[in-house]
């Protein structure tokens, strides 16, 4: 069975929906749909710059292999999920610090010690 | 310039979600480099700010006072934090008004930055904290894990 192209600009239920932010409407904007992740980002291996972000105000250069993201809107507990994606196939990621206005991951490589990797994250949480 | 909606009340959040859709990131060679009294085993840090949450400063309406992040840290340093109770100090305060880029960087230090590196940056043998441009920063990251800030360091007035 095939479907067709759905569009439109704003979504409206019969009763409330109730968004990440805690806010209950009865409509939602197609706009707001696109943000769904709670924050995301994607950073260069030097962690020097920041290639695409929602909800990031800063990058932390921390040290080799070890970056630390900033929100601009805090998350409500330290229990957020994050999602990990990285550019080689030698790293591994491990989250060493988690807050609700930032964390710390480190990229660990093969060879036995950090090692800096162009990554993405995704995180999923509800928000302060 | 778009103009920015009347924001106060608005879930941060969503306002964010707003100025991605409307607002040009704005990216800047501005970094802020700084070691941590705390952490003197790791070298410096350096902070590199975000040209979406840049476009917000400059735009100005969406962003609220830095002081109401301070009082989030406050509750969430306190040993029985569980998760934060004054979220809404983030969407009911009136937001600030449009920045420079220089007073843009100097909210972003005393945001991401530990209240004990930038109250006390220039305390000590040498500053704790630089404000530079990517060109100053070095050219390749070898000796990444043994970055410092110079200890004879001239800083500008």
């Given at each position: ?6 569009k ?16 209950t409407?009865?409509?939602v904007?197609a ?7 709670s ?11 920041i ?11 921390t040290?080799?292999?070890k ?6 809107s ?5 229990n957020?999920?994050i999602g990990?994606s990285?550019?080689?196939?030698i790293?591994?990621?491990y989250v ?7 964390f ?6 093969d060879?036995?010690a950090?090692?800096?990797?162009e990554n993405?994250?995704s995180?999923?949480?509800d928000?302060? | 310039?778009i103009?920015?909606p009347?924001?106060?009340?608005t ?7 707003w100025a991605?859709?409307?607002?040009e990131?704005?990216p ?6 700084y070691?941590d009294?705390e952490d ?11 040209p979406?949450w ?22 969430e340093?306190q040993?029985?934090?569980k ?7 983030l969407?009911?305060t ?10 843009a ?11 004990r590196?930038?109250r006390t ?16 920063l ?18 500008a007035?």
């Amino acid at each position: 069975m095939a479907f067709g192209t759905l569009k439109f600009d704003t979504l409206t239920a019969s009763g409330n929906i109730s968004g990440k932010t805690g806010v209950t409407a009865t409509s939602v904007d197609a706009d707001y749909l696109i943000q769904q992740c709670s924050a995301r980002g994607k950073f260069p291996a030097d962690g020097a710059s920041i290639t695409e972000s929602f909800n990031i105000s800063s990058l932390t250069d921390t040290d080799t292999g070890k970056q630390t993201p900033n929100f601009s809107s805090n998350f409500n507990t330290a229990n957020y999920s994050i999602g990990h994606s990285l550019y080689n196939n030698i790293s591994e990621p491990y989250v060493s610090n988690q807050a609700t206005s930032s964390f710390r991951h480190e990229l660990y490589g093969d060879n036995n010690a950090y090692t800096d990797t162009e990554n993405c994250v995704s995180l999923h949480g509800d928000m302060a | 310039m778009i103009e920015t909606p009347e924001f106060q009340g608005t879930h941060l959040w969503e306002r964010l979600c707003w100025a991605k859709e409307n607002l040009e990131g704005k990216p800047t060679d501005i970094r802020v480099v700084y070691e941590d009294p705390e952490d003197m085993d790791n070298p410096a840090k350096i902070l590199c700010p975000d040209p979406n949450w840049m476009a917000c400063a400059l735009q100005g309406g969406i962003l609220p006072p830095v002081e109401v992040y301070w009082e989030l840290a406050k509750d969430e340093a306190q040993p029985d934090f569980k998760k934060h109770t004054r979220g809404y100090l983030l969407h009911n305060t009136k937001p600030i008004e449009a920045m420079t880029e220089e007073e843009a960087i100097e909210y972003l230090i005393q945001k991401d930055i530990p209240e004990r590196v930038w109250r006390t940056w220039n305390e000590g043998n040498k500053p704790k904290m630089v404000i530079c441009r990517t060109h100053q920063l070095p050219e390749h990251r070898q000796w990444r894990n043994s970055w410092q800030i110079k200890d004879d360091i001239e800083l500008a007035a």
